[in-house]
Every structure is written in structure tokens, then in C-alpha cells.
């Protein structure tokens, strides 16, 4: 998938994808405070075998469960060696969560999910629907069940954000945000 990426060059795109789409079309009213503070955490992991990329999950939900968050508030965990397709990206997650469970941090983190290829089952695979969970690698986002919380607590409306994401996507046009995403995808370490 991502033989001759550099850890460096994958950085780059998935934080430009923040920049750019994440926070930049609000798709994530939350992101912003944790990006203006440097306190997003951003991890390559180039490992070919899913048994090592579970490995390299729980030694970076310890990493953060432990970490202060004004460092490290919330992490990325960038997989370029493994996962390209989003079906089997998919059945991971719930290797993900058994992880989160056995540690004994569930109540404390959770794990969401992005893909280069992700597809909601219900909508068509054209719709621009899928890119609100698109990213340039499969990303494993690693987040503090205390921030949810927070969120859900000061946002007016928490459920009406995927909705909106995706009325604010279909407005801008498939070639608007696939256009947005090359960018990202060229951005430069």
C-alpha cells in the first residue's frame, strides 16, 4: 500500500487532512483547541501484520491514558503498512475494542476510525457521504472518553453534527472535497 511513504510524508498528509478538512470544513467542531495546541499526538505505524498493529494500539492507548493532556490530548494512530482494504480496516475495529477492554480502558478511551476507502452500507459508493470518515491513511483516533463528554456537554446540538457534515459536503460537490483531499495527500513534511 504505502511502501515508499516515510513516516514523515504520512504525517504530513494526515495532518494537513486536519487542517484542511477536519477542522477547516468543520467536520469535527472539536478538533480545532487540540491542533492550535500542538496536543494532537500523531503515530506511524508501518507494520505489515495486524497482530503488530494491535501491539502498537495498546502500547499507544497506555502512552495516552498516562500522558498529561495538555501534551498529548488525543492521538492519531497512522497505519501504512497494513489495512488497505477498508473491509478488513473494518473487521479490526472490533479487535480494537477488545484491546480498549482487556486494558481496562474502556470508560476512558475510545477508538474511531478512518479510511481512504470508507463507505457507509446505506449510501451509494459514489456519494460524498463517505468522505466525512475519509482520511489519506486508515487512521486509528484514539480519544479521551473525558473530552466526549465535554463535548457532548457544551455543543448545542452534538447530534446534528453528521448531518450537517454531510449536507455541507453534497453543497461543495464530490470534485470540491476529492480536490481538498489531493492536497492533502501532496502536502509536504
Known sequence: MSAAVTPEQAI???????????????????AAFPFQRNAIRYVVCADPQPEQVAQRLLDELNF??????AIAQTTLLILTGCFEDFLDFNDFLDVAEAIVEE???????QV????????FADEAENDVS?????SPYPVL??????DIERAVHTH???DSIPNSNIRQLRELGLPAVEALFDGCRAAKP
Open 130 to 134: 463517505h468522505w466525512t470518515n475519509r
Open 12 to 30: 504530513a498528509a494526515t495532518r494537513a487532512w486536519v487542517e484542511k478538512l477536519v477542522i477547516g470544513l468543520n467536520l469535527c467542531p472539536f
Open 141 to 146: 483516533h484514539l480519544i479521551r472518553e473525558d
Open 112 to 119: 474511531a476510525s478512518f479510511h481512504p476507502q470508507y463507505r
Open 64 to 69: 495516552l491514558a498516562e500522558a498529561d493532556p
Open 156 to 158: 448545542p446540538d452534538i
Open 103 to 109: 486494558a481496562e480502558l474502556g470508560g476512558t478511551l
